[in-house]
């Protein structure tokens, strides 16, 4: 009858499967823990983007409407991008509805009705109207930097819409103006909201607009367009 000595690991030889096993389950959570990250900053970078989009949508629908009357005999001589609301324009509203840096302000006669923010009241047809485009802190959400809209009817002079968060996310707003050559009609350069008021706004044949969007862990990237302005005299 033989007799057989049952065999078993040495302690040595446990301490190192337990090692080996520790380390490979270190590394698949190091490559889960990668790819969660990535996921993530992927998602925040889609959401930036759609917000930059977004808000680039929203402002390039009214410039394409810039400077649009639909009424014959409407005052074509009033500017599509208001630079002061001087007395032939009234008073607009404590801060003149003017171009300045982070906002952009648009005039013509909606079609549909309506202004920046969807509102209808207060606006019959042929009234003009301005929607004016700005960045600032949205106090409803945690102060996070916002897109805004305001509007108001220069025919009947009434505030329409005092503030509208339109897409939150959004840190700044920049526009840059194309001015023709008067003789050719051809672009010549890009003026800043600054330069642009010292030349006929009437000139004005395209807008290259900015917008910076930001994301959760606070990168933030710059999205832009430009737009033709249709309605250029």
Known sequence: MHIYKQKGFSIIELMIALLLGLLIIAGILQLFLGITQTYRQNDELARAQENGRIALTFIAKDLRMAGYWESEGADTDTAFFLFDCDSKLKKCDKDKFGLKPGQLSIAYQPPDGMDCAG??????????????????????????????????????????????????????????????????GTTEKYLSDAEVQKVDERNVKAVKVTVEASSANNTVQPYSTTVQIKNAL
């Open 119 to 184: 509102r209808s009241s207060d606006i019959t047809r042929g009234d003009l109207i301005v929607n004016a485009y700005y960045v600032a802190q949205d106090p409803s959400n945690n102060n996070e930097s916002s897109l805004f809209c305001r509007s108001y009817n220069l025919t009947t002079d009434t505030e329409l819409t005092p503030g509208q968060v339109l897409i939150s996310g959004i840190e700044s707003l920049t526009a840059q103006y194309a001015i023709a050559k008067s003789s050719s």
